[in-house]
């Protein structure tokens, strides 16, 4: 017949075989609930870190953008003021114009002699067609003066643009 071992002698033996389970169970489960809090902290500090990215290029979009308006403001002042000097480069030669053409009437009205009008309407066509070709000259260098300097603060911000933003990332 089998002996028979006592409740006592078969827990001893069940209860050391059951904890060793438990044991690896529960190391187990620190290591990985190590694990986890370190990739949850690990994708933490790296989405804080896109996220502090994201948002000083955000505000390096809105100052660059700031700056692309004040260059235009700048531009549409530039060329206000000179538009306005040529009109009035303009009015002047039409001005001058106009007071040789009155003076060379006035003088036709004095003439004696056919030939003496014509010499002076001759002088007068003459003057005035030198006149134009200069001041054609004058208004044309201006107006390319001013577009460069129109230009100029939109030149600058796109040269800028890209220096700062045509570099690989």
Same mark, same amino acid.
């Given at each position: 017949?089998?002996?028979?071992?006592?409740?006592?002698?078969?827990?001893?033996? &069940?209860?050391?075989?059951?904890?060793?389970?438990?044991?690896?169970?529960?190391?187990?489960?620190?290591?990985?609930?190590?694990?986890?809090?370190?990739? *949850?902290?690990?994708?933490?500090?790296?989405?804080?870190? #896109?996220?502090? =990215?994201?948002?000083?290029?955000?505000?390096?979009?809105?100052?660059?953008?700031?700056? #692309?308006?004040?260059?235009?403001?700048?531009?549409? !002042? *530039?060329?206000?003021?000179? &538009? !306005? @000097?040529?009109? =009035?480069?303009?009015?002047?030669?039409? !001005?001058?114009?106009?007071?040789?053409?009155?003076?060379?009437?006035?003088?036709?009205?004095?003439?004696?002699?056919?030939?003496?009008?014509?010499?002076?309407?001759?002088?007068?066509?003459?003057?005035?067609?030198?006149?134009?070709?200069?001041?054609?000259?004058?208004?044309? @260098?201006?107006?390319? =003066?001013?577009?460069?300097?129109?230009?100029?603060? *939109?030149?600058?911000?796109?040269?800028?643009?890209?220096?700062?933003?045509?570099?690989?990332?």
């Amino acid at each position: 017949m089998a002996s028979k071992k006592s409740v006592e002698a078969v827990e001893a033996e &069940v209860v050391p075989a059951q904890a060793a389970p438990a044991a690896a169970v529960e190391q187990t489960t620190k290591k990985a609930l190590a694990l986890t809090t370190a990739s *949850i902290e690990k994708t933490k500090t790296e989405a804080t870190a #896109n996220m502090e =990215k994201a948002m000083k290029t955000a505000e390096d979009m809105v100052t660059f953008g700031q700056g #692309n308006m004040e260059a235009f403001v700048k531009a549409g !002042q *530039i060329w206000a003021a000179g &538009v !306005q @000097d040529l009109s =009035k480069q303009m009015a002047a030669t039409a !001005q001058a114009q106009m007071d040789q053409t009155v003076a060379t009437f006035k003088a036709l009205a004095g003439v004696k002699s056919f030939k003496e009008a014509v010499d002076l309407q001759s002088t007068l066509a003459r003057s005035t067609v030198e006149k134009a070709v200069a001041e054609t000259g004058k208004l044309t @260098d201006a107006s390319m =003066k001013l577009a460069e300097q129109t230009f100029a603060p *939109i030149t600058a911000r796109v040269t800028l643009a890209v220096e700062k933003f045509g570099r690989p990332v």
